[in-house]
């Protein structure tokens, strides 16, 4: 929920000395403050991800502790976009603040061509991308991140050693389907041999990322697939880090 939110400081610079980019950007900012009682914690993560990448660029701040859960999930988010550009990463995350308020057009009225240009193109690159460019580049572990079940189950049919998949941080595809909810992702890995109780470096397992995250969904097809209550390596179980009742009631039941 509203824990993902960055702090989103006020423009030291008057629209005159930004770009139209940077101008739409800067408002998007400002309007994601109206939204965030009606976003999920995981649409904030990204909101927020995408904002500090086009704010800073690549992630280079340490990693919090793991009793910082809060600022580990937002370094996460954070540092999964990797060397993307500043400037796609605000177009990226100002697409994706119109999609969830579809309002903000209104914005723009003010009959500043730069800008009203700016958002048109951000949302015909977000409505109409390039699917068999993309399909065909994403990994196992960004397929599961961006929700491509059809690309999971393409690359576990040819190249079944993608099981085991990890990033330099011990994340598997199953790891980053539930982070992310991703549940069609989700349910064609483990539908392509994904181990559901493999850990990451800090002996955290997929359904630890689903319960931690509050993912109703995730959890559910997790505990299906027979994924077991775990401790990690602070001796939490992913009961013990779950996000909210319905979840601890759903793991409970699971015991």
Request: hydrophobic share 35%; with cysteine; aromatic share 6%.
């Amino acid at each position: 929920m509203a824990e993902a939110l960055p702090e989103y400081p006020d423009s030291d610079f008057s629209d005159d000395d930004q770009s139209p980019l940077d101008i739409s950007f800067n408002k998007a900012a400002d309007y994601v403050r109206k939204l965030t009682s009606s976003l999920t914690n995981n649409q904030l993560l990204e909101l927020y991800g995408l904002y500090k990448q086009g704010l800073d660029g690549k992630c280079e701040a340490p990693k919090p502790g793991w009793l910082d859960g809060r600022g580990r999930r937002k370094w996460e988010a954070w540092r999964s976009l990797g060397n993307m550009p500043n400037d796609e990463a605000k177009q990226k995350y100002i697409a994706l603040v119109q999609k969830y308020a579809p309002e903000l057009t209104d914005l723009t009225e003010d009959n500043e061509t730069g800008m009203k240009e700016a958002w048109v193109a951000v949302s015909s690159m977000r409505k109409s991308p390039e699917p068999e460019l993309i399909h065909n580049e994403l990994s196992i572990l960004d397929a599961a991140r961006e929700n491509c079940a059809d690309r999971v189950t393409e690359l576990l049919e040819k190249y079944p050693e993608l099981r085991h998949e990890t990033d330099e941080d011990g994340l598997t595809a199953l790891h980053w389907a539930a982070d992310r909810n991703a549940t069609r992702a989700l349910q064609a890995a483990l539908d392509g041999g994904c181990p559901v109780d493999v850990a990451d470096e800090s002996g955290q397992t997929a359904l630890h990322y689903a319960a931690s995250c509050g993912h109703i969904e995730a959890t559910n097809i997790l505990l299906k697939a027979g994924a077991s209550l775990l401790k990690d390596e602070d001796d939490c179980t992913p009961l013990d880090l779950a996000a909210d009742d319905e979840i601890r009631k759903i793991l409970e039941g699971a015991k």
